[in-house]
């Protein structure tokens, strides 16, 4: 990996796709930055009023907090909406006391001219997002029957969805075993967080860092509490810790349990493997962190971890794959081990039937449990024949 450095994200010029019009109102900023730097004439009013009574750096605490309440990744969605927004307002000329509060007949226009081009959770994620930004500067949010209709209408011409993405499959995690240096320390860290994904069904940003300075310990699991390892009376194995923030529970976190196996890929075995092989890393540490050839260490990064899995799949021949697809494989093998789909739904955090969107080779999960229901189904007949025969004679 490259050294550490440090150094702020700086907005870069705009693609021909995403220019504006230059406004003192819109200054250049990265995109989840715009909601709360991006002012109209409407919002400057308001904070003029609310300095009567309140004064400038309370004012700037009450929005920071606000923004506060959406995550960054939502903020940078909310802030692509906004862009789209302003857009569609320079191409019909009109001022900027008119964008905000918005008219329903104009965010009615806005829908329309989207509907078809994108999804419409690409259009309804948008108008989340300037619904936020009228809320953050005290402007009225049209919510009339107009633009609800237009909202439906926007579904029913919605484009055609992109293939879903493959999953990860055991194929490709046995590559990774035979292919990757589990001798070697980042290699190991590697192979660990691709086991913990795939058979805990979980999402790679909990697992590992979206950059090498982009550790929070409030967020991403640290190597200290050490993962604890187990084993039931029945003599069942896991290993087993706890990730401090998850996309559905927030900062309540999850416990991660790792179920040992016979299969190579054991998580159980791979976890153990990179905490033996990475034993010099600090306690307040990524979990994943891995020893470097300088004698110090780095954090395991989700862009490092997928170059090296796609660098052994595309050596194999298997294509490159996305992180998401790992929990995606995870659960799909799960089910074709005949696991029960509320047992795969608690292990990977599902609370929603969301986690149906994940099943892939339905074709061969469904007849499998409705065989296994049916067998169940039929034993518990000929068991209560049994019984009644029993007590008759």
Known sequence: PPPRTSRARKPRKPKAENVIEPSEHRPLVLANERLRLWSTPYGLSRQ???????????TNRLLDTMICAIEPDTRKNYGAGLLRFTQFCDCMHLSEDSRMPASELLVSAFVATWAGRVSKSTIDTWLAGLAFWHALNGAAWPADRALRITCSAALKLEPLKKPKRPPVTLEHMHALRARLDLTNAF????????????????????????????????????????????????????????????????????DVILTAMTDPTDPKTALDHHLRVNAAIPKDAPLFSFETAQGGWAPMTRDWFLDRCNEVWVAEGLGRLSGHCFRIGGATELLLRGTHPDVVATQGGWRSHAFLEYWRKIEAILPLFISNSFDKSRLHLVEKSMAAFKKKY
Do not use: M
Request: contains cysteine; proline residues 6%.
């Open 48 to 58: 003029q009023h609310s300095s009567q009574f309140l004064s400038h750096d309370v």
């Open 187 to 254: 290699d190991a860290a590697v192979y660990a967080v691709a086991c913990c994904a795939f058979w805990g069904c979980r999402r790679l940003g909990e697992l590992t860092i979206r950059s090498r300075n982009a550790f929070d310990p409030a967020k991403n699991v640290a190597r200290h509490p050490r993962p604890t390892f187990k084993v039931l009376p029945g003599g069942a194995h896991y290993a087993c810790f706890h990730v401090p923030w998850t996309k559905t529970t927030k900062f309540a976190g999850a």
